[in-house]
């Protein structure tokens, strides 16, 4: 029970029990005012009566006429008349009757008083003693009326005096109210400042104690947080240019050819400069700076159209661009119009005009590839344009023993393999201290002959023809059913971007959640990292959503940009995953141990999980567990396999 309810529970007993003694002080006033009245009347009756008899006492017929015109106009129990020596000479008794009383009234209030005594007597002789007792049934009603209007009075004051004291006590601990929000927030890893100080001295000190420790703990939290972003600079920032260095690039194309979206498939383009080193000697820095400076504008302004774009500064004088989700036209075109605009940067420089030569050699990736092929189909393509004219582009020409599948196949396929449930599932751990932490799941495609292709092979297109949602929809409810036929495991579902835009799935998976509550504790629904950096709002409704109904929320393929840190701190996730290169890359230099331990803190203290993916090995996982990371997944840890029941 919290504190409010103790003092108003503890304030309303006493309002009670005061104003219930109030009330029976009172009630027990009126009652011996009441007996005593009816007594008092009894009395003075009988007194009167006594006098009105003496001079008849040798006529008892008009005894009898006396005593009944008195007993007839008047409100009494009896009338009793005996002689000196006991024997009775007249007694007259009405039974008693009281309408308008409860019975329980009745038998619990006592309004019996003593009869009233008088002497009757002739003269000097006494003839006998005349007993009177009134009747109590009107002042029964008089009391009872009474004690209806103390009961009425007894619940409004008490109401007003109730209701007032919860007024005063919800002012009062308004102020502790506040605080105890604040403490709530902070064993959530929410860092709010109470900016309501209470003038009592406890409180005031507790509430700017509380604020105090806040602002510490944000002050580190934002200290890491800056660590971080500089030790991603020193990592994979080009100094020169402000582009990626070709660390970076490398790490970005990998983590594209591993996605099962869009990204899977794309374009690598890299334009090589030949004649720089002289022109560094010659023009000198603040020319080359410049120059560097327009180069980079360009770059960013030609590939400006492709979403998820990565551009780097690599070796030798070369630029790259990794365009995701981009056909090999728009590619070939891209490197066209760079060079074009880098032509007439040189000619507008006398001191590099005739210096520098330019080529550019553009290939294509998909989810078959790996990074050191495309890399040198790349390569081959550049080597091949620097031995031709000057300023050319060429791409490089692969031998497809596959048949090119149009739009309308392409969707007639997907359609089709979800009307005869060809998709299935397969899953990879997590594991955390040996144990499991949850599955993974991916979706996989089994084709008309028989063929089993991973995401990576139909996904882009899919998402192109709008169907990512559907897709996305079925691997839910494969997972829920899963889960319903197990006893336990728990189960991550990596949702697209798409499924995250789509107001009509958002109102989908609602109700689908909503439905299937019983499995609320095994099943964590996974956001990209890229979907959280570039629709932040919709992340954020979608993850309070998820954890509004008691379900996990994680994201997946975490780059650790400043953007997506900033925004974590916002979403809280039960976890974040990071691939094991980034995680390497920041132990690469010797000093930037620190990155490492500033990424721990931040995610110790936002009470977040950070499990290490793509660890390929025992010398890998051991590496990580000696930086206090604990959670792995990948070949190393255990292979993917199909979801068994």
Not at 141 to 158: A, M
Not at 350 to 371: H, Q, R, W
Not at 384 to 389: E, F, W
Not at 581 to 590: A, E, K
Request: proline share 2%.
């Amino acid at each position: 029970m919290s504190l409010f309810k103790q003092l108003q529970t503890l304030v309303t007993v006493l309002l009670v029990v005061m104003l219930a003694i109030v009330l029976k002080i009172n009630f027990d006033n009126a009652r011996e005012f009441t007996a005593n009245q009816l007594y008092n009347t009894s009395k003075n009756v009988a007194n009167v009566l006594a006098l009105s008899l003496g001079p008849q006492t040798s006529d008892q017929a008009l005894m009898e006429t006396t005593i009944n015109a008195m007993f007839d106009g008047g409100h009494f129990e009896s009338i009793t008349l005996t002689r000196q020596d006991g024997s009775a000479v007249y007694r007259r008794v009405e039974p008693i009757v009281i309408d308008g009383v409860p019975a329980a009234f009745l038998r619990q209030v006592d309004l019996h008083p003593p009869a009233a005594e008088a002497q009757v007597s002739a003269g000097w002789s006494i003839f006998g003693t005349l007993r009177v007792k009134g009747h109590p049934g009107a002042f029964y009603i008089s009391l009872w009326n009474t004690f209806k209007r103390l009961c009425i009075l007894f619940v409004i004051l008490g109401g007003l005096a109730i209701c007032t004291s919860y007024l005063i006590l919800r002012l009062l601990l308004q102020s502790l109210q506040k605080m105890t929000l604040q403490a709530e927030a902070i064993s959530n890893n929410e860092f709010i400042h109470n900016e309501t100080i209470p003038r009592a001295p406890e409180l005031r000190q507790v509430v700017l104690a509380m604020n105090n420790m806040v602002e510490k703990v944000q002050q580190i939290f934002n200290r890491q947080l800056e660590n971080i972003k500089y030790y991603q600079e020193m990592q994979f920032k080009d100094s020169l240019t402000g582009l990626h260095n070709r660390k970076y690039f490398v790490q970005q194309l990998n983590h594209f050819i591993d996605s099962d979206d869009q990204n899977a498939h794309g374009q690598v383009l890299i334009i090589a400069m030949v004649g720089m080193e002289k022109s560094n000697i010659s023009a000198g820095h603040p020319i080359i700076q410049g120059f560097y400076n327009e180069l980079s504008e360009i770059l960013q302004e030609e590939t400006q159209p492709v979403k998820n774009v990565v551009l780097a500064r690599l070796p030798q004088n070369e630029f790259g661009a990794i365009l995701p989700d981009c056909k090999l036209e728009i590619g070939k075109r891209t490197a066209e119009s760079i060079l074009v605009r880098l032509k007439d940067l040189i000619a507008r420089e006398s001191e590099l005009a005739g210096l520098i030569s330019l080529s550019g050699g553009v290939a294509t990736y998909n989810y078959k590839d790996n990074v050191g092929s495309v890399l040198s189909k790349t390569d081959y393509a550049l080597s091949t344009a620097k031995s031709g004219l000057a300023g050319s582009v060429v791409v490089f020409q692969e031998n497809r023993d596959q048949a090119v599948l149009g739009k309308f196949e392409w969707k007639t396929m997907i359609e089709s393999a979800l009307a005869d449930g060809r998709f299935f599932l397969t899953a990879q751990p997590v594991m955390a201290d040996r144990s499991e932490y949850h599955k993974e799941l991916y979706i996989n495609l089994e084709d008309a002959d028989g063929t089993k292709h991973r995401a990576g092979y139909f996904m882009p297109m899919a998402t192109n023809l709008g169907q990512a949602g559907k897709i996305d929809q079925y691997v839910l409810e494969l997972a829920v059913a899963h889960l319903k036929k197990t006893a336990k495991g728990i189960l991550a579902v990596n949702v697209t971007r798409e499924f995250c835009k789509d107001r009509l799935s958002f109102t989908w998976l609602r109700k689908f959640l909503f439905a299937n509550k019983t499995v609320k504790d095994r099943l964590v629904i996974e956001i990209h990292d890229n979907t959280l950096i570039q629709h932040p709002d919709i992340c954020l409704d979608f993850a309070g959503m998820l954890k509004g109904m008691g379900y996990g929320f994680g994201v997946d393929q975490c780059t650790m940009t400043d953007v997506s840190l900033d925004l974590i701190k916002h979403l809280k996730p039960q976890y974040i995953k990071i691939d094991y290169d980034f995680l390497q890359g920041i132990d690469d230099r010797g000093n930037t141990e620190i990155a490492l331990n500033a990424l721990l803190t931040i995610t110790d203290s936002l009470g977040i999980e950070l499990i290490a993916t793509k660890v390929e090995n025992e010398t890998q996982r051991r590496s990580l567990v000696a930086k206090n990371i604990n959670c792995f997944q990948g070949h190393g840890i255990a292979d993917i396999a199909i979801l068994e029941s």
